[in-house]
């Protein structure tokens, strides 16, 4: 079976490619490019407009902006952020393209004002904002390059702890890129990695949540969910509140674990029954966290509020979405598949308004443009599409204000950095000013 995993998971991502300390990784800024709105033709359509809800009612935030923090990253929920976005320039940093660059979920860090990625071959780069490069490392033998390991990262602003899916996990030193230790699991890596006092956690394919010392990478508890042959690529997650570790498995059981003493304190499936090929297509969002409830959707229009002390429903809502929800005031934001931009009340459940987001675009193209991510600021919630644009959407209206064209191909969700925004496409970082 593990032959199976590493024959169907490992490909290849990245063609070569090459850096030097006198190299700039940013091109020169371009003004952005922003498309013409075609709201007239849409509105007179009305399979689409039926499908609204509340769209006149407007939304009004009282929340103190937030500023990222490393409470926010084990919540999952950045929030509201000071962030307005004006995008008058944008500037790349390239690298070769990326096969099948839609099937993962690869993460940028920020240490002070740098910015740490990797390439095609497992080097990690740290390079800062005006194109110097800090550090770049690879700990990968020549056979392990030729697997075009793709990488998550986890800081805790002294250490980076990397995992990836050829089974090699370790952790390096932030300032100086030094390795200090490098382990290797029985399985590839799939999850996010989450960083709690002297301890971290990775869920590998094998759906087993593992538990190793940030010393010296030793294993030291793990706790196994039911497994399947055949699963989602999706990126699976984690929240931590009050020494709990909560995560999904790949068939969608959510498992509360004790992580002092690596107990299973609770263990919910939310989908009645799964055969191979529906383990495949399910895929759930990310969790995110108020510390009293988890909250999460998955494509098989399902949106769950969960008791984190007792592992029961509060709430299940039909909204079809595989997105990272974010948190504000008592709202949840979100956005559907289809392009609807939806808020909930997070402690009824109750949609509270539906707007139309993807109307900007021709109604023969748009079932085949997805949302991938956002962040909220300000006033507005920035959205990338899997067609390579950022929708600029007023959170009071929900109205679309600007559709700027990044790319031709998807483009990751947004990270936020010093007053910029960040995103990765397949052969690029791109960051807006």
Known sequence: MNKLIYLFLIITLFNSCSFNKNSKFWTSSKILEEEKLDIKKVLRDDAILSQEFNKNLKINIKSK???????????????????????????????????????YEPDIIFFKDNIIFFDNNGSIIQFSEKSKLIW???????????????????????????????????????LSGDLVWSKNNLAPFNSQIKIYNDKFFIIDFSNTLRCFSLKNGDELWNIKTENSLIRSKKKLSMVIVDDEIYFNNSIGDISAIDINKGELLWQLPTQSSLIYESAFSLETSDMISDKNNLFFSNNKNEFFSIDIKTGSFNWKNKVNSNLRASLVDDYLFTFSLEGFF?????????????TDIFNIFKSDKRKAIKPVGFIVGLNNIFLTTSNGRLLIIDIITGTTLKNLKIDNEKISRPFFSDNNLFLIKDNAIIKLQ
Not at 68 to 96: C, D, M, P, Q, V
């Open 136 to 174: 770049k490392k690879n700990y990968y033998s020549k056979n392990e390059r030729k697997l075009n390991p793709i990488l998550q990262f986890a800081s805790n602003n002294k250490y980076l702890v990397i995992a990836d899916n050829i089974a090699k996990y370790y952790m390096v030193d932030l």
């Open 65 to 103: 902006i937030k500023k990222i923090s490393f409470e926010n990253s084990l919540l999952n929920n950045t929030g509201r952020l000071n962030y307005s976005g004006n995008f008058e320039k944008s500037s790349r940093y390239k690298f070769s393209k990326i096969k099948n660059f839609h099937q």
């Open 342 to 354: 939806i808020i909930i009340d997070k402690n009824t459940g109750n949609i509270i308004r539906i």
